[in-house]
């Protein structure tokens, strides 16, 4: 008959039971870094009857006009999918439907937002007055806006991303965009 020691499997079971007292936690899900340029801007002016600067970086597009929907432009990013879509009108009366309108275009976004701020904009100087809608969330568009003098112009404008609507791994991105479209209010003037 052949004698075991108890002092090796003594060993072994303490071994065992101290090696598996650690939780295992999965890794957050990393996003790929995105690298973006140095901020510069170019006027926009030419035959519409607003101008603006917009970065170097973003190029203009004629988008296809909708009948009766005044004129649709963008400063398109293709090398980030990304938007801002821009849209004129005349004001003929219908200011407060207009300003309303892009109330309710913003709040739409309301069931997939955490929060939507609104940023109050006012340039006596070039009679420009509006309201940048910061949207907090998953949703389609992060940032809205519109200007208008009150009497004559208006433009409203939205930031979009071709991509699923992800908060945590566009936050970088809306940031940086967001500097832009705050950069073309600024700077936005009417002929």
């Given amino acids: 008959m052949r004698i075991i020691s108890v002092k090796p499997i003594l060993f072994l079971l303490l071994f065992a039971a101290l ?28 035959i519409y009857p607003f101008a ?3 970065p170097v970086y973003g190029k203009i597009v ?14 398109s990013f293709p090398a980030y999918k990304a938007k801002i879509h821009l849209s004129y009108k005349d004001i003929s009366g219908n200011l407060s439907q ?6 309710n275009l913003a709040y739409k976004h309301t069931y997939k937002a955490d929060a939507i701020d ?4 006012t340039n006596p100087q070039k009679k420009v007055y509006g ?17 208008t003098d009150s009497s004559r112009h208006y433009l409203r404008g939205a930031l979009y991303f071709r991509c699923q609507p992800n908060k945590d791994s566009l936050a970088p991105a809306i940031d940086f965009f967001k500097a832009d479209v705050i950069h073309l209010i600024e700077t936005l003037g009417w002929k």
């Fill in 19 to 46: 090696a598996c007292t650690e939780n295992s936690v999965p890794k957050p899900r990393g996003y790929f870094r995105i690298s973006f340029p140095a901020k510069h801007y170019r006027l926009f002016d030419t």
């Fill in 52 to 54: 603006f600067e917009y």
């Fill in 62 to 75: 004629k988008e296809e006009k909708l009948q009766d929907e005044g004129e649709w432009i963008s400063v």
């Fill in 98 to 103: 207009l300003t309303e309108d892009a109330r």
């Fill in 118 to 121: 609104e940023q109050v904009f």
């Fill in 131 to 147: 309201i940048l809608y910061d949207i907090k969330g998953n949703s389609a568009s992060s940032v809205q806006f519109y200007v």
